[in-house]
């Protein structure tokens, strides 16, 4: 990829005061979002608090090194789509569309692990209804992994309308209403990896 | 017209490092089987840490009304601090 020098912006800017990065229509869904991960995220404290030695036994057998490659994979996706809205921003087109492409890469690779994940738990017999525990395991990751198809849906989106050369400055708020929202998936997921993989 | 809210590759480049560097203590502290008060506290400072990072930096809120902030931190303390109730409820009294 190209060097971690970049021409000036075209254009100067116009504003110097703050400005929220993307669609306010996309932040207000990622703020209902989050308060939806905030209460599964409550549920499965609670429940855990009320069946400790089972949580901490069933946590124990999950796939802890998966887990931590998702996360690198993730965070490596959203490292990606930063730099691909920093190319759009010096309406560099190609290297704005290599850069989601290689957040694409990396989106891929999460679901990849997952559903290995989930193979083996289903060769274990883990269901939803086999207890508590599992019951939050698979539907919260469920839920999450739902998130990730659609993030996946949308830099592709994002992609095709890198290579149309459809963002350069004064044109950046599809790239960031979509930057956005590949963002808040890995925010939720920084929280639910340690809570449901680690913390015991 | 956007103004230069992303920052520079250079600094997301480092961010990035840290992030993963980060991701590997957390999972270093699971393989080591680390427990109790001390272990939740440092593992929900490194994830309050990363969570952080992507709302102020890569998210550019840090450039936004400080309102996006409040909201979008303040869920990530609200979070975490309903978590460590739960967990000292569960802990031997």
């Given at each position: 990829m190209e060097q971690d020098t970049l021409p000036a912006i075209a254009t100067p800017p116009d504003d110097t005061g703050p400005r929220l990065a993307g669609d306010l229509a996309i932040w207000f869904f990622i703020l209902a979002e989050l308060l939806a991960f905030g209460v599964f995220f409550a549920a499965y404290a609670f429940t855990r608090a009320n069946n400790i030695e089972l949580f901490d036994a069933e946590q124990a057998a999950l796939n802890r090194n998966a887990g931590a490659l998702n996360t690198v994979l993730l965070l490596t996706a959203s490292y990606f789509v930063v730099r691909a809205v920093q190319a759009a921003e010096h309406s560099l087109s190609q290297p704005c569309a290599r850069w989601l492409l290689a957040a694409i890469a990396c989106g891929a690779g999460f679901l990849v692990v997952k559903m290995f994940e989930y193979a083996a738990a289903f060769e274990h017999n883990i269901s939803l209804s086999s207890s508590p525990f599992h019951m939050f395991y698979l539907s919260l990751t469920f839920f999450h992994f739902m998130h990730v198809i659609l993030g996946m849906v949308i830099l592709v989106a994002m992609w095709n309308g890198a290579r149309q050369g459809r963002y350069r400055p004064g044109e950046m708020n599809g790239i960031e209403t979509g930057a956005a929202y590949w963002h808040m998936v890995d925010l939720v997921w920084l929280i639910l990896f340690p809570l449901v993989y680690v913390i015991h | 017209m956007s103004s230069d809210v992303h920052g520079t590759p250079r600094r997301a480049t480092l961010l990035w490092a840290t992030l993963i560097v980060a991701t590997l203590l957390t999972w270093g502290m699971g393989a080591l089987g680390a427990t109790g008060k001390g272990a939740i506290a440092a593992l929900a400072a490194i994830s309050f840490w990363k969570g952080a990072v992507i709302i102020l930096d890569f998210m550019a809120?840090?450039?936004?009304?400080a309102l996006w902030r409040m909201l979008t931190l303040g869920w990530m303390i609200l979070v975490w601090v309903v978590i460590a109730i739960a967990y000292i409820k569960g802990m031997p009294q």
């Open positions: - | 809120l840090r450039h936004a009304p």
